[in-house]
Protein backbone atom coordinates (compact mmCIF):
# COMPACT_ATOMS: atom_id res chain seq x y z
CA UNK A 1 0.00 0.00 0.00
CA UNK A 2 1.32 3.60 -0.82
CA UNK A 3 0.79 6.01 2.05
CA UNK A 4 1.19 9.61 0.94
CA UNK A 5 1.60 12.53 3.00
CA UNK A 6 -1.15 14.79 2.30
CA UNK A 7 -3.34 17.43 4.40
CA UNK A 8 -6.11 15.00 4.53
CA UNK A 9 -3.44 12.71 6.52
CA UNK A 10 -4.79 12.22 9.95
CA UNK A 11 -2.55 12.42 12.77
CA UNK A 12 -3.04 11.09 16.17
CA UNK A 13 -1.83 12.58 19.63
CA UNK A 14 -0.32 9.47 21.64
CA UNK A 15 0.27 10.08 24.97
CA UNK A 16 1.77 7.90 28.34
CA UNK A 17 2.22 8.80 31.81
CA UNK A 18 2.97 6.14 34.56
CA UNK A 19 3.07 5.89 38.16
CA UNK A 20 4.00 3.69 41.47
CA UNK A 21 1.55 4.36 44.40
CA UNK A 22 0.66 7.90 42.63
CA UNK A 23 4.03 8.92 42.22
CA UNK A 24 5.29 9.89 38.49
CA UNK A 25 7.38 7.40 36.78
CA UNK A 26 7.35 8.19 33.51
CA UNK A 27 5.48 9.84 30.49
CA UNK A 28 5.99 10.68 26.76
CA UNK A 29 4.11 12.14 24.20
CA UNK A 30 3.92 12.06 20.46
CA UNK A 31 1.65 13.04 17.62
CA UNK A 32 1.57 10.62 14.94
CA UNK A 33 0.37 9.43 11.06
CA UNK A 34 -2.43 6.58 11.54
CA UNK A 35 -0.21 4.11 10.29
CA UNK A 36 2.49 4.63 13.07
CA UNK A 37 -0.23 4.82 15.73
CA UNK A 38 0.10 0.62 16.88
CA UNK A 39 3.82 0.67 17.20
CA UNK A 40 4.35 3.93 18.70
CA UNK A 41 1.54 3.11 21.21
CA UNK A 42 3.05 -0.27 21.88
CA UNK A 43 6.93 1.62 22.26
CA UNK A 44 5.51 4.15 24.80
CA UNK A 45 3.51 0.55 26.58
CA UNK A 46 7.01 -1.29 26.92
CA UNK A 47 9.05 1.96 28.27
CA UNK A 48 6.25 1.94 30.57
CA UNK A 49 6.81 -1.25 31.44
CA UNK A 50 10.56 -1.02 31.68
CA UNK A 51 11.20 2.11 33.63
CA UNK A 52 13.67 1.97 35.84
CA UNK A 53 12.21 2.90 38.89
CA UNK A 54 9.60 0.85 38.44
CA UNK A 55 6.87 -1.83 38.30
CA UNK A 56 4.36 1.21 37.60
CA UNK A 57 1.16 0.28 38.95
CA UNK A 58 -0.90 2.56 36.25
CA UNK A 59 -0.24 3.18 33.54
CA UNK A 60 -2.29 5.32 30.84
CA UNK A 61 -1.93 5.04 27.24
CA UNK A 62 -4.61 7.70 25.01
CA UNK A 63 -5.03 8.38 21.69
CA UNK A 64 -6.75 11.50 20.02
CA UNK A 65 -7.42 11.68 17.02
CA UNK A 66 -6.24 15.54 15.73
CA UNK A 67 -7.49 17.90 12.98
CA UNK A 68 -4.74 17.98 10.59
CA UNK A 69 -5.57 21.81 9.60
CA UNK A 70 -4.87 22.75 12.58
CA UNK A 71 -1.34 21.31 12.61
CA UNK A 72 1.70 24.18 12.82
CA UNK A 73 4.71 23.92 11.09
CA UNK A 74 7.89 25.34 12.48
CA UNK A 75 11.64 24.75 12.88
CA UNK A 76 13.60 23.33 16.09
CA UNK A 77 15.76 26.01 18.02
CA UNK A 78 19.46 26.26 17.69
CA UNK A 79 21.34 23.35 19.63
CA UNK A 80 24.64 24.44 21.94
CA UNK A 81 26.17 22.44 24.83
CA UNK A 82 28.28 23.74 27.56
CA UNK A 83 30.75 21.31 29.29
CA UNK A 84 31.18 22.22 32.88
CA UNK A 85 33.46 20.38 35.90
CA UNK A 86 30.37 19.71 37.92
CA UNK A 87 26.82 20.36 38.71
CA UNK A 88 27.27 23.19 40.96
CA UNK A 89 29.26 24.89 38.06
CA UNK A 90 26.48 23.71 36.29
CA UNK A 91 23.59 25.11 38.13
CA UNK A 92 25.70 28.48 38.23
CA UNK A 93 25.88 28.32 34.29
CA UNK A 94 21.65 27.79 34.12
CA UNK A 95 20.96 31.00 36.59
CA UNK A 96 23.32 33.25 34.38
CA UNK A 97 21.82 31.91 31.22
CA UNK A 98 18.51 32.22 33.00
CA UNK A 99 19.12 35.66 33.88
CA UNK A 100 20.42 36.56 30.44
CA UNK A 101 16.88 35.35 29.12
CA UNK A 102 15.32 38.25 31.16
CA UNK A 103 14.41 36.28 34.26
CA UNK A 104 15.53 37.68 37.46
CA UNK A 105 18.43 36.91 39.04
CA UNK A 106 16.44 36.21 42.36
CA UNK A 107 13.48 33.84 40.23
CA UNK A 108 15.85 32.22 38.65
CA UNK A 109 17.49 31.35 42.11
CA UNK A 110 14.51 30.21 43.39
CA UNK A 111 13.81 28.24 40.36
CA UNK A 112 16.83 25.93 40.46
CA UNK A 113 16.25 24.96 44.09
CA UNK A 114 12.56 24.54 43.47
CA UNK A 115 14.04 22.10 41.11
CA UNK A 116 16.97 20.49 43.44
CA UNK A 117 14.32 20.47 46.18
CA UNK A 118 11.51 18.84 44.44
CA UNK A 119 8.49 21.25 42.80
CA UNK A 120 5.75 18.86 43.67
CA UNK A 121 3.82 18.85 46.99
CA UNK A 122 6.45 17.42 49.57
CA UNK A 123 9.68 17.64 47.47
CA UNK A 124 7.70 15.13 44.91
CA UNK A 125 8.56 15.30 41.14
CA UNK A 126 6.06 17.20 39.29
CA UNK A 127 4.28 15.36 36.40
CA UNK A 128 4.55 18.37 34.39
CA UNK A 129 6.23 22.31 34.72
CA UNK A 130 5.95 24.41 37.13
CA UNK A 131 4.63 28.31 35.68
CA UNK A 132 6.63 31.27 36.83
CA UNK A 133 6.39 35.13 36.27
CA UNK A 134 10.13 35.72 35.10
CA UNK A 135 9.87 38.87 37.65
CA UNK A 136 8.24 37.99 40.52
CA UNK A 137 8.25 34.16 41.00
CA UNK A 138 4.74 34.13 41.27
CA UNK A 139 3.48 30.60 40.48
CA UNK A 140 0.94 30.34 38.09
CA UNK A 141 -0.14 26.93 37.75
CA UNK A 142 -3.40 25.67 39.69
CA UNK A 143 -2.22 21.85 40.48
CA UNK A 144 1.41 21.74 41.84
CA UNK A 145 1.60 18.35 41.41
CA UNK A 146 0.65 17.94 37.59
CA UNK A 147 1.91 21.84 36.62
CA UNK A 148 1.61 22.20 33.41
CA UNK A 149 2.01 19.11 30.35
CA UNK A 150 3.25 19.73 27.15
CA UNK A 151 1.79 17.51 24.21
CA UNK A 152 0.79 17.25 20.29
CA UNK A 153 4.53 17.85 19.30
CA UNK A 154 6.74 16.21 17.33
CA UNK A 155 8.84 15.58 14.07
CA UNK A 156 7.15 15.39 10.78
CA UNK A 157 7.51 11.88 9.74
CA UNK A 158 9.64 12.93 6.19
CA UNK A 159 12.15 14.77 8.84
CA UNK A 160 12.65 12.23 11.28
CA UNK A 161 15.32 10.45 10.02
CA UNK A 162 17.28 13.82 9.09
CA UNK A 163 17.17 14.79 12.37
CA UNK A 164 18.43 11.44 13.96
CA UNK A 165 21.22 11.37 11.34
CA UNK A 166 22.34 15.15 12.43
CA UNK A 167 21.73 14.36 16.43
CA UNK A 168 24.21 11.16 15.83
CA UNK A 169 26.70 12.67 13.83
CA UNK A 170 27.09 14.88 16.66
CA UNK A 171 27.07 12.18 19.34
CA UNK A 172 23.90 13.17 20.83
CA UNK A 173 21.68 10.00 19.72
CA UNK A 174 19.76 10.00 23.29
CA UNK A 175 16.28 9.85 23.03
CA UNK A 176 16.06 12.06 25.64
CA UNK A 177 17.79 14.63 23.25
CA UNK A 178 15.33 14.53 20.95
CA UNK A 179 12.30 14.35 23.24
CA UNK A 180 13.08 17.68 24.79
CA UNK A 181 14.75 19.42 21.72
CA UNK A 182 11.13 18.89 20.50
CA UNK A 183 9.47 19.66 23.84
CA UNK A 184 11.69 23.32 23.97
CA UNK A 185 10.95 24.03 20.66
CA UNK A 186 7.09 24.40 21.18
CA UNK A 187 7.95 26.09 25.00
CA UNK A 188 9.74 28.48 22.71
CA UNK A 189 7.05 29.51 20.43
CA UNK A 190 4.44 29.94 23.38
CA UNK A 191 3.51 33.39 23.50
CA UNK A 192 4.90 35.10 26.44
CA UNK A 193 7.47 33.04 27.37
CA UNK A 194 11.03 34.48 28.34
CA UNK A 195 12.54 30.85 29.70
CA UNK A 196 12.54 27.18 30.17
CA UNK A 197 14.85 25.64 32.38
CA UNK A 198 15.15 21.53 32.73
CA UNK A 199 16.68 18.77 34.07
CA UNK A 200 15.79 15.13 34.46
CA UNK A 201 14.56 12.80 36.96
CA UNK A 202 15.88 9.79 35.79
CA UNK A 203 18.98 8.97 38.34
CA UNK A 204 21.68 8.73 35.62
CA UNK A 205 20.97 11.46 33.00
CA UNK A 206 22.50 14.60 34.66
CA UNK A 207 22.80 16.80 31.29
CA UNK A 208 19.92 19.58 31.60
CA UNK A 209 19.12 22.68 29.45
CA UNK A 210 18.11 26.38 29.53
CA UNK A 211 16.17 27.45 26.48
CA UNK A 212 15.20 30.24 25.43
CA UNK A 213 13.81 32.34 22.45
CA UNK A 214 16.88 34.50 21.53
CA UNK A 215 19.38 32.03 22.45
CA UNK A 216 17.39 28.33 21.48
CA UNK A 217 18.46 25.08 23.43
CA UNK A 218 21.77 25.64 25.23
CA UNK A 219 22.57 22.41 27.02
CA UNK A 220 24.19 21.94 30.25
CA UNK A 221 26.42 18.92 30.52
CA UNK A 222 25.92 18.27 34.63
CA UNK A 223 22.90 20.33 36.59
CA UNK A 224 22.54 17.00 39.18
CA UNK A 225 24.69 14.45 40.99
CA UNK A 226 23.97 11.51 39.68
CA UNK A 227 21.77 9.18 41.94
CA UNK A 228 19.13 11.89 42.57
CA UNK A 229 16.08 11.42 41.63
CA UNK A 230 14.95 14.88 41.65
CA UNK A 231 14.63 16.52 38.37
CA UNK A 232 11.66 18.76 36.32
CA UNK A 233 10.90 21.80 34.46
CA UNK A 234 9.86 25.60 34.88
CA UNK A 235 8.62 28.02 32.21
CA UNK A 236 9.25 31.75 32.93
CA UNK A 237 6.65 33.80 31.27
CA UNK A 238 6.33 37.66 30.88
CA UNK A 239 3.16 39.04 32.58
CA UNK A 240 0.83 41.03 32.72
CA UNK A 241 1.69 40.39 28.53
CA UNK A 242 0.21 36.88 28.50
CA UNK A 243 -3.08 35.31 28.97
CA UNK A 244 -2.94 32.19 31.25
CA UNK A 245 -5.88 30.20 29.82
CA UNK A 246 -4.25 31.05 25.97
CA UNK A 247 -1.03 29.57 27.10
CA UNK A 248 -1.79 26.68 29.24
CA UNK A 249 -4.06 26.02 25.80
CA UNK A 250 -1.27 26.59 23.26
CA UNK A 251 1.32 24.49 25.26
CA UNK A 252 -1.14 21.38 26.19
CA UNK A 253 -3.38 21.50 23.07
CA UNK A 254 -1.70 23.08 19.72
CA UNK A 255 -0.49 20.35 17.61
CA UNK A 256 3.19 21.19 16.29
CA UNK A 257 5.22 19.68 13.49
CA UNK A 258 8.99 20.08 13.46
CA UNK A 259 10.10 19.84 10.00
CA UNK A 260 13.45 21.76 10.02
CA UNK A 261 16.60 21.66 12.21
CA UNK A 262 18.42 24.77 13.63
CA UNK A 263 22.07 24.64 14.09
CA UNK A 264 23.75 22.00 15.96
CA UNK A 265 27.19 23.11 17.43
CA UNK A 266 30.01 21.57 18.99
CA UNK A 267 30.11 21.37 22.62
CA UNK A 268 32.24 24.14 24.27
CA UNK A 269 33.45 24.70 27.68
CA UNK A 270 31.76 27.29 30.04
CA UNK A 271 33.91 29.96 31.20
CA UNK A 272 33.21 31.15 34.35
CA UNK A 273 33.96 34.45 33.04
CA UNK A 274 30.51 34.15 31.72
CA UNK A 275 29.38 34.52 35.37
N1 LIG B 1 5.43 18.72 29.78
C1 LIG B 1 5.85 19.39 30.87
N2 LIG B 1 6.74 18.92 31.73
C2 LIG B 1 7.23 17.69 31.50
C3 LIG B 1 6.85 16.93 30.37
C4 LIG B 1 5.90 17.50 29.48
N3 LIG B 1 5.47 16.86 28.41
N4 LIG B 1 7.52 15.74 30.41
C5 LIG B 1 8.28 15.78 31.51
N5 LIG B 1 8.11 16.94 32.18
C6 LIG B 1 8.76 17.38 33.42
C7 LIG B 1 8.41 16.46 34.59
O1 LIG B 1 8.40 17.23 35.78
C8 LIG B 1 9.57 15.51 34.62
O2 LIG B 1 9.81 15.03 35.92
C9 LIG B 1 10.71 16.41 34.18
O3 LIG B 1 10.14 17.31 33.25
C10 LIG B 1 11.87 15.68 33.54
O4 LIG B 1 11.38 14.83 32.51
O5 LIG B 1 19.89 17.50 25.71
O6 LIG B 1 14.81 13.57 30.11
O7 LIG B 1 11.61 13.16 30.70
O8 LIG B 1 20.85 15.90 26.87
O9 LIG B 1 13.11 13.03 32.78
C11 LIG B 1 17.12 17.12 29.21
C12 LIG B 1 18.48 17.10 28.57
C13 LIG B 1 16.54 15.75 29.54
C14 LIG B 1 18.51 16.30 27.30
C15 LIG B 1 15.21 15.96 30.15
O10 LIG B 1 13.33 14.94 31.14
C16 LIG B 1 19.84 16.59 26.56
C17 LIG B 1 14.45 14.69 30.46
P1 LIG B 1 12.35 13.85 31.77
MG1 LIG C 1 9.82 12.28 30.04
Known amino acids: MLISWTMETSLYSVRMRASSHGRHLAGAERLVTEVDVCAVTAALMQ ?66 SLLANGAGPEGTVMRGAALLVAATGERLETDLGRGVRVSRMDLAPEFRPILEHNLAAAGLDHHRVQEALILAGKVLRAPGIVAELCWSDATDYTTGYVAAPQFGYQRISALKPAGDRRGGRVFFVNQPDISLAALVDYLERQAILFNASGTISPPEKWMAHNE
Open 47 to 112: RAMRCPHGPADEIYCSVERIDSQMVLYAALPNLTTYEVQDWQEGRRAAHCLLVRAGVSSDVAARAV
